[in-house]
């Protein structure tokens, strides 16, 4: 925008500087050709003076001396006609044919004064040409012709043009130099930050705040406005927080002491049809003790300020997939990682854990027994996952995409089934049966784009499910660089 703005700045100046520079430049050329003109008038007058009484008397050798004087002095031509239009006088040849010699000379002749040149530009190569009656007693005995070369004054006319085009030019220059491109950065400066600052928002981080005192009144009001829409965003949201944690916190202790009604219930139980529905409803409370600890931790980690560090990938996933080989072996499923080594990424501290437990868990619940791969890959480059465009810790050039991706060779989901995915309580249709709430996948993509990473489910190859937790690089240190 900034470029677009000084384009127009630049484009309205230079529009009024050429405005008044043109009506400049054409008074000095107007002015120029008049002085070169009535110059040569002055010489046609005297020369036609001297050629009266040489027409009169028939001596023309003074005329044809100062004729060539003045030719050799001025590179010019000049010639002496009489009222027949025959040639008295020529030091130089002259073409009395040439279609503006022949009209100058039939005015002269016809007693009529000579035509002031029109405007004449440095590229126009056209000399001035000159006719000045003869005449004795009213009566017209001839005339003068000076066709003179127009050098000097378009010379004139040039220095006069350069001047002004430069003098143009350094005005624009300083013009957008020192008051557009001040004003603009000075106009755009509140709009870059409200840019900033939508982006902050777009990515859940409802307390920033723009400055409203600086910029155009507009603006400020403006930044005003977003500020107010931020904090009543903000509130909305703790509410909401507030409000699912206050629930899930409410609703334990009435849930804690129903299941424990139910477990003494079993004493008074004797029908084996009774005891297997008790049984279901103490399940059912545990499964409903397990929501409420989802939400509860939902809303904590919705309601967490706090910032991304860095963590060493390689040894989050290599200690999650220890801590989880034990139950796959004991489910008899396979589990192969591709870890290498040095490996950070910028995250919110446990966030990738949390990720990583939930992601081999559901590996391992919805994989139909069928083998799991846990890889971690580096990108360099690129955009990072939390759209800042890869820029790292201290805005500097962006330093790539870490994606850590737990892979299973199951049923998979479909690609309806992928686009819900995520959801908060949502289950697919064929996992009603399995044990779960619905909300480790929800939880674990508030968590990790807390941080700045993104969760992402595509399906694998052949069949399956891959889950991949991308998060930005970490700026490489001077021990890691060398």
Known sequence: ????????????????????????????????????????????????????????????????????????????????????????????????????????????????????????????????????????????????????????????????????????????ATVVIAVATPMVRWVLRPVHELDRATHEVALGRLKTKVSERTGAPELRRLANSFNAMADSMYASQEQQRAFVAQASHQLRNPLTALRLRVENLEDYVNDPRGLHELHVAAEEADRFGEILDGLLRMARAEASEAERTRVDVTAVVTHRVDAWRTAYEAEGVPLTTRIPDGVSALSLPDSLDHALDTLLDNALKFGDGTPVSVSVTRSPGGDSPDGSGGEGARGGRGDGVVEVTVCDGGAGLTAEELAQAGGRFWRSPRHQNVRGTGLGLALTRIVVEAGGGELRLAEARPHGLAATVRLPAAPATPDTAS
């Open 1 to 172: 925008m900034r470029r677009r703005l000084l384009i127009i700045v630049f484009a309205l100046v230079a529009g009024l500087i050429l405005a008044l520079s043109v009506p400049l430049v054409r008074a000095t050329a107007e002015h120029t050709v008049q002085t070169s003109f009535i110059g040569r008038v002055q010489d046609g007058a005297w020369f036609a003076d001297m050629a009266a009484t040489a027409l009169e008397s028939g001596r023309t050798d003074r005329l044809e001396a100062a004729a060539d004087r003045y030719a050799a002095l001025y590179d010019s031509q000049v010639a002496v006609v009489d009222a027949d239009g025959e040639t008295v006088v020529a030091p130089r040849p002259l073409d009395l044919e040439e279609p503006k010699v022949r009209t100058a000379l039939l005015r002269a002749l016809a007693d009529r004064p000579a035509r002031q040149p029109g405007l004449m530009w440095p590229w126009e190569d056209r000399p001035f040409v000159l006719a000045e009656p003869v005449k004795r007693d009213g009566r017209v005995l001839g005339a003068v012709l000076i066709v003179s070369p127009t050098d000097r004054a378009r010379s004139e006319v040039s220095d006069h043009l350069t001047l002004v085009a430069l003098g143009s030019l350094a005005a624009l």
